[in-house]
């Protein structure tokens, strides 16, 4: 995208909301020499799903490493109200465990913590939740990966490339599984995403990284419309112009 000033959407639905359950302000982030964000604001009010778009590299993981404290900010800051669950990247399950030792991992320290609350969001883990992670399919570790995550209680969820390297089908039954955490358990999501039609379909409002800055962020209605977003992004224009 060739101007970033120019590209930010200024509307109410881009604006950050105040008092939300993940707010980001002014970050940097360097690694040595190199700075991984520059300048970065974001947030995530209760009961939303937001969307973190951007190419490979873009500093997508980053941002949520600085939210879970594994990383640390040369300045600005990144806060979180309550507790934050990641999904990580890749799934990163423990082959050799059954589902539920897998969940179990998730409970943060309480690994008496029942399952059963995560079955009933998900019910298809109660099928499999003696076999081992590494024989299930891998939509299916995506779901465990969440699951995991759910287990912590979380107030809002980072789900870090829900879409990555699974056939569309699978990706579709992921995202209902997402909506309905989000409108029936009022669980705030922060989707971090290459595929950004996945993205704009399932979220309200997004924000698009590239390089380490902010370049764009609007409601996903206003995004999908743009022309410049779109052929970034989409695979094409659409006639509308930011």
């Keep these: 995208m060739s101007d970033p000033a120019k590209a930010t959407v200024k509307t109410p639905a881009s604006q950050p909301r105040e008092h939300g359950v993940i707010e980001v302000s002014d970050l940097v982030v360097r690694y040595g020499a190199a700075t991984a964000l520059q300048g970065v604001s974001l947030s995530v009010g209760a009961g939303e799903m937001v969307a973190l778009v951007g ?6 993981s980053t941002l949520v490493d600085t939210l879970s404290r594994v990383v640390r900010p040369a300045s600005g800051h990144a806060r979180v109200k309550g507790r934050l669950a990641h999904v990580p990247e890749g799934r990163q399950l423990f082959g050799e465990l059954s ?23 998900l019910p298809d883990l109660r099928d499999f939740a003696r076999r081992k992670a590494a024989a299930l399919s891998g939509g299916q570790q995506q779901m465990v990966a969440i699951g995991r995550a759910l287990m912590a209680r979380p107030d809002v969820i980072a789900v870090d490339e829900l879409s990555l390297g699974l056939a569309p089908k699978v990706v579709s039954d992921l995202a209902a599984h997402l909506r309905t955490l989000n409108s029936e358990r009022g669980m705030a999501v922060l989707l971090i995403e290459q595929n950004a039609r996945l993205a704009f379909e399932l979220c309200s409002r997004a924000y698009v990284l590239e390089a380490g800055r ?6 996903c209605e206003e995004l999908a419309r743009s022309n410049e977003v779109a052929r970034a992004y989409l695979g094409g224009g659409t006639g509308d112009e930011l």
Excluded: T
Excluded at 107 to 113: F, K, S, Y
Excluded at 214 to 219: A, F, L, Q, R
């Design 214 to 219: 902010m370049v764009v962020s609007g409601s």
């Design 55 to 60: 190419p490979n590299g873009a500093g997508k």
């Design 99 to 121: 589902v539920e030792d897998n969940l179990r991992i998730g409970a943060w320290g309480q690994r008496d913590r029942d399952p059963e609350p995560v079955y009933e969001v």
